[in-house]
């Protein structure tokens, strides 16, 4: 599938360790920065549409608020039940301090 890189935040916008929720061309993204690097993943939870982007980071894992299932970040695997299906992860660029995301890619 072709490129589809839109800008969705400043990298200035996402403190290392923290998540940040943005709505961008009907999607709802949470944009995690593990250790400098920024992860996009869509926000819902496959479980039962949970907002991930609420949920706790720890290093590559998110786990969701709700019922507390996990996702890898950098592919969107499930870590932990209750979700049974991974979430939709996307290919990441830093250009010009701008966070660009391929909404046309799906990395899993
Ligand atoms: S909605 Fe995310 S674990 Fe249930």
Redesign the pocket.
Known sequence: MADNFVKVAKVTEIPAGEVRVYNVDGARLALCNVGGQIFAIDDT?T????PLGSGFLDGHAIE?P????QFDVRTGRVLKM??AFPVRSYTVQIKDGDVLVDLGDETT
Do not use: E, Q, V
């Open positions: 939870c479980h039962d549409d949970g969701c709700r019922h507390g299932a209750p979700a």
